[in-house]
């Protein structure tokens, strides 16, 4: 039950706010293994981007 209070009341939290609490939580090597596949993510999108252009 504390959690779905927790998430409540991080209803006018921008995302950044929510990864910072989320990820504090996390061990530096899950956190450093998400912000890897996100940047990979992101090439990849711009790389598809620039193809399209």
């Given at each position: 039950?504390?959690?779905?209070?927790?998430?409540?009341?991080?209803?006018?939290?921008?995302?950044?706010?929510?990864w910072?609490?989320?990820?504090?939580?996390?061990s530096?090597?899950?956190?450093?293994?998400?912000?890897?596949?996100?940047?990979?993510?992101?090439?990849?999108?711009?790389?598809?981007?620039?193809q399209?252009?």
């Amino acid at each position: 039950m504390s959690k779905r209070r927790n998430i409540d009341h991080g209803a006018d939290l921008t995302p950044v706010q929510i990864w910072e609490r989320f990820s504090s939580s996390l061990s530096a090597e899950i956190v450093a293994c998400i912000d890897r596949d996100r940047l990979r993510e992101q090439f990849l999108k711009a790389t598809l981007e620039n193809q399209v252009q």
